[in-house]
């Protein structure tokens, strides 16, 4: 998919931190509207749009809007969306080319219908508007306490007409082009949710708010049959149309029935094909594929080809259904983030495209399905609480697990496969823990991807074998490290020193094998978590008094102490060089430190808490998390793009607000240019001459302008060698004129009035004016001369001249061309050409003449001071790219 946004058209971005700055979200995909499908008829291939907040995806993505969408619908050219009172209208997926404004009240419904739009607020006030002009062409009020429209569909071959649906369970057909009723049906007591035309001509599909499927005849107004659901509201309708009689029904709980419409029965059934509500379901058109998308942040395609007309997942994009609380950047490449959330999955998202992205799916107590069954335990009795902390390594992730998980409330810790994408085999628990209710708070994997550190909320600290999850000791005498819960666990690089910090406000340095304590801290306040840089040896405290301290692990002493921060400090991250330290709070605060001066450096304010940060090992992004939203938020590291100046903000400093980064395209993923969405667009023409300074060039083949000077011998050395042969007479000929293009005679008009006309030939009568001549005098004679080729050319030219049937003034016309030309600056190399064979064929003429004499002067300088300038010009290119060659790098 693609994303980009903007910031909203009505505000401005104030100035943020120097060295961030917004770049794109990842892991949105949708959100409760349904979605709408258009087709692209010139790339025959559908196209999906979704909305999320105030952008819509069209896989491709779209630009912001004021506020979050209402609803969206799109047709073949545009995508329309609403949000409050107005609506826009998409081209190319992200341009905005109209806005529509006439409501009062919040648009709840959309319905494009061939050049017209079909709008319904909240109010009951439906507005028809001409897409093209933008100007209202109808408008209908409805009594919201008697009809209060709740859906919207066009019957097909039913021309200008809309069947609306209301809350109270009537239905009333309307003419838009009249504004006539033209048909009010009963109803069936229930609330309309859904209105979906049916492959069949005057068969409708009517869903309503107590779980009954109705499909209905409107020119007979008789029910054909109906269905009936427990699962709630119907939320969406759609019927296949590749030949297979079924209606699919998408209810609130996530689940998609699938009715046989010839047997009258429950065909197959799509149990938790979201985790929430079902926002739309529609088929492709002719294709056994079904794409529905809900509140849970996922698009999800579903295939036909099961036996029995069940269905299997395709293909789906999915992001968290819940907030994202800890990330973590997962390899040396800076391309992959690791996300868990409060929907208890774990997440990987790609920063260079979404297709990378995957899921590695949501904790479960039992994976087998057979003891599952056993167990009889329900659906969600069998998944995992919400995952607090993890911890990754890379070094042996394709011979075992490499992430290792806690979750909330529970002993155990989980092993996760990053290139299985599924949960561990191992459960990590210490021995003899049974009944234990103690909590995993911490976690750490070394370097190397053998062993895990996990700290427990009673203090203690074990150590596991990632390859076979068995235990290998623990911290400390008793079997506990810390008198309180254990905030922290790190292990350096060389795997010589663990580190452990507890809420009795002790960091502990302990011996990696041994597991001997050999110092201690006192912090003075307890820490809330803890982060090691192990190419540095730097270690970062945040402490709950909101202070953060960094602890040098080879002197152990405390190097820096940093306040500033209003909140409970969420989490910390350094950069790949150690010299920075970027914290996030819940005063919805960034800052970054600079460790060596030990100064603030960069600040800003967002709108909503940061929860998670991470700084890829490359340096190039930025990645936070954020309370109440769903996206991972990228931001980029100015530092690397420019000169930015890190200059000691004051203690007092006031951040500016920033607006959380939108939706970027990927510029793979461009769906189509300008001229392959629009019809009527105009392409960008370039103008002839792009500026006066600049010298341009005609781009004719040089075979038309550089054998000028040389046609008398080109025709010497194409001359026959034997005599032209002439034709055999023809049984009859028509008259035509003498000339280079073949012209008939036309006869003599007849002389309606006697006129005296003198018997004297006159010798201008006889001369032969040509296209070029005619030209020359009135109109535009150089786009004469770029269609001839170099014979007809000197033809022309010879021509000027008082012995070619001429008149005196061409010559002059044919030098003030030339003069205009120069100028100019355009067609540089014809302007030489046509006026090097000027002078050859006229210049014995041309010099009788006072008048063209001083013309010529004046053109000769004109050449010497454009051919200087041009020259000045070469001889610099020249003797730049001497020196670039010659020089010593």
């Not at 995909?29 to 258009?38: G, V």
């Not at 240019?673 to 667009?681: A, H, L, N, V």
């Not at 600056?825 to 002078?839: N, Q, V």
């Amino acid at each position: 998919a693609l994303s980009m946004c903007f910031p909203p058209h009505h505000e401005t971005m104030p100035a943020g931190g120097a060295l961030f700055s917004g770049f794109r979200v990842l892991g949105l995909f949708s959100n409760h509207l349904p979605h709408a499908l258009r087709y692209h008829q010139k790339h025959r291939e559908f196209y999906v749009v979704t909305a999320v907040g105030r952008c819509f995806h069209t896989y491709n993505v779209s630009n912001s809007l004021s506020e979050d969408i209402s609803c969206l619908v799109a047709d073949r050219m545009l995508v329309f969306a609403a949000s409050g009172c107005d609506i826009s209208a998409f081209a190319r997926n992200k341009e905005e080319v109209r806005r529509y404004s006439g409501h009062k009240q919040e648009v709840r419904l959309l319905l494009p219908l061939g050049d017209q739009l079909i709008s319904v607020d909240a109010g009951g006030d439906a507005i028809i508007w001409d897409v093209g002009s933008g100007e209202v062409y109808l408008r209908l009020q409805f009594d919201p306490v008697t009809f209060e429209p709740s859906a919207l569909c066009h019957p097909s071959t039913y021309l200008n007409k809309v069947l609306l649906g209301s809350s109270q369970g009537a239905l009333q057909l309307w003419n838009i082009k009249t504004s006539k009723l033209l048909y009010s049906f009963s109803g069936w007591g229930a609330a309309i949710t859904a209105l979906q035309q049916s492959p069949a001509v005057d068969v409708v599909g009517v869903g309503t708010a107590t779980g009954r499927i109705i499909i209905h005849n409107i020119r007979l107004d008789e029910t054909l049959m109906s269905f009936m659901q427990d699962w709630g509201p119907i939320s969406s309708l759609a019927f296949r149309s590749d030949g297979v009689p079924v209606v699919a029904a998408a209810s609130p709980q996530g689940h998609v029935a699938l009715w046989d419409l010839e047997r009258r029965q429950l065909t197959a059934q799509l149990r938790h094909a979201h985790s929430t509500a079902v926002a739309a379901a529609t088929f492709l058109h002719g294709e056994p594929l079904l794409i529905t998308n809900g509140a849970d942040n996922a698009i999800k395609v579903w295939i036909f080809d099961q036996e029995g007309g069940g269905a299997r997942l395709l293909r789906s994009r999915q992001g968290h259904s819940a907030p994202p609380t800890t990330i973590s950047h997962h390899g040396n490449d800076g391309k992959n983030i690791l996300s868990a959330g409060q929907d208890g999955t774990l997440q990987s998202f790609s920063t260079v495209h979404e297709r990378f992205s995957k899921s590695l799916g949501h904790g479960s107590i039992n994976k087998k399905k057979e003891q599952k069954k056993k167990k009889g335990l329900a659906y969600q009795e069998l998944r995992l609480p919400a995952i607090t902390t993890f911890a990754s390594a890379v070094a042996r992730q394709s011979d075992w697990d490499g992430i290792v998980a806690c979750h909330s409330g529970r002993l155990a810790a989980t092993t996760w496969n990053y290139q299985r994408c599924t949960m561990g085999a191992h459960h990590l628990r210490p021995p003899g823990a049974h009944g234990n209710k103690a909590a995993a708070t911490a976690v750490d994997v070394t370097s190397c991807g053998n062993f895990v550190l996990i700290g427990l909320s009673s203090g203690r600290v074990d150590l596991y074998n990632l390859q076979s999850g068995l235990h290998r000791g623990c911290y400390g005498d008793g079997g506990a490290a810390h008198r309180g819960a254990v905030r922290g666990v790190c292990v350096d690089g060389l795997n010589q020193l663990t580190l452990t910090a507890g809420s009795d406000s002790l960091l502990k340095i302990w011996r990696f094998r041994s597991k001997k304590q050999e110092a201690e801290l006192q912090l003075g306040t307890a820490p809330a978590s803890m982060l090691l840089h192990r190419e540095s040896g730097m270690l970062a405290l945040a402490l709950d008094d909101f202070m953060i301290i960094v602890v040098d692990t080879a002197t152990r002493r405390v190097v820096r102490k940093f306040h500033g921060h209003g909140g409970k400090i969420n989490d910390m991250a350094f950069s790949p060089d150690g010299r920075w330290l970027v914290t996030v709070a819940m005063d919805c605060t960034i800052r970054t430190w600079d460790l060596p001066s030990g100064c603030l450096v960069d600040c800003f304010l967002v709108d909503t808490a940061p929860v998670g940060v991470s700084m890829s090992p490359t340096g190039d992004f930025l990645a936070t998390v954020h309370v109440d939203n769903l996206g991972i938020y990228l931001w980029t590291n100015q530092s690397l793009c420019g000169l930015v100046s890190l200059r000691p903000l004051p203690a007092d400093y006031q951040p500016a607000a920033v607006t959380l980064p939108g939706s970027q395209p990927d510029e793979a993923e461009q769906e189509v240019t300008s001229q392959d969405d629009g019809e009527d667009d105009d392409e960008y023409e370039s103008p002839q001459q792009l500026g006066a300074e600049l010298v341009t060039l005609s781009l004719l083949p040089e075979s038309r302008w550089k054998s000028l000077l040389h046609l008398d011998a080109i025709k010497r050395r194409n001359r026959p060698a034997a005599p032209p042969v002439a034709p055999p007479t023809l049984p009859f000929f028509l008259p035509t004129q003498a000339g280079l293009t073949p012209r008939f005679t036309l006869p003599p008009l007849k002389q309606t009035n006697c006129v005296f006309q003198s018997k004297v030939v006159r010798w201008g009568d006889l001369a032969q004016r040509s296209d070029f001549v005619s030209a020359l005098e009135s109109a535009r004679p150089l786009l004469l001369l770029r269609s001839l080729g170099p014979a007809p050319l000197s033809v022309e030219l010879s021509g000027l001249s008082a012995e070619g049937g001429g008149a005196g003034g061409l010559l002059l016309a044919f030098l003030r061309m030339i003069d205009s030309l120069l100028a100019s600056g355009r067609d540089f190399d014809l302007a030489h050409a046509y006026l090097a064979l000027f002078l050859k064929l006229h210049l014995r003429s041309l010099s009788q003449d006072a008048v063209a004499m001083e013309t010529l002067v004046h053109l000769s300088e004109r050449l010497e001071a454009g051919w200087a300038e041009l020259q000045a010009s070469f001889h610099q290119s020249l003797c730049l790219l001497t020196y670039i060659k010659s020089a010593l790098l």
